[in-house]
């Protein structure tokens, strides 16, 4: 099975700090995505990635950039980390752009800011 | 832009009810529809999926049929277990874009 790992599962941090939440799969899939999800707000996708080195902005990408410098890893970077970004990030990837074969998703972290 | 509206939860049932949940979708091509389910303190995992109208996906017991004539794609179970407690996302996926999510659907199910 494709598994996708979050390497925190809980994280605290303080505002203003930088927070990097780390994404790997271990399948080769070519398509990496970041989403928060929020109570009453669903799934809000951040950024995504359709190949190595590359990004491309989704619905929220303010305050976030991301880093893909090998193809099975995906980082998320909260450049100064801010109280409304406390929520629950979710990484996940699918094997090419056709769709239909879904995505796979990671265990999540829940972030919190304080 | 494309879009997935999904009743508002909670749904709470008694185990064996009959479960429904609507989702209804705007697009402007023709997506693959999907249902996620998500269990309490884990990620989402694929629950079924169809890639076109008429499609019926089905798994664990669960089944929906895409329906481009109303554009919706419900989720149904005949006989609902407490173990299928969780929150439900219905989800569209059009070429060249990301996976779109609907709100989410909580169901509790008591015995």
Known sequence: ?114 | GDSVTQMEGPVTLSEEAFLTINCTYTATGYPSLFWYVQYPGEGLQLLLKATKADDKGSNKGFEATYRKETTSFHLEKGSVQVSDSAVYFCALNQAGTALIFGKGTTLSVSS
């Not at chain 1, 809980?10 to 070519?30: I, S, W």
């Not at chain 1, 707000?41 to 305050?63: A, H």
Request: proline letters at 2%.
């Open chain 1, 1 to 114: 099975d494709v598994k996708v790992t979050q390497s925190s599962r809980y994280l605290v941090k303080r505002t203003g700090e930088k927070v990097f939440l780390e994404c790997v799969q271990d399948m080769d899939h070519e398509n990496m995505f970041w989403y928060r999800q929020d109570p009453g707000l669903g799934l809000r996708l951040i950024y995504f990635s359709y190949d190595v080195k590359m990004k491309e902005k989704g619905d929220i990408p303010e305050g976030y950039s991301v880093s893909r410098e090998k193809k099975e890893r995906f980082s998320l970077i909260l450049e100064s980390a801010s109280t409304n970004q406390t929520s629950m990030y979710l990484c996940a990837s699918s094997f090419s752009q056709i769709t239909a074969y879904g995505y796979t998703f990671g265990s999540g972290t829940r972030l919190t800011v304080v």
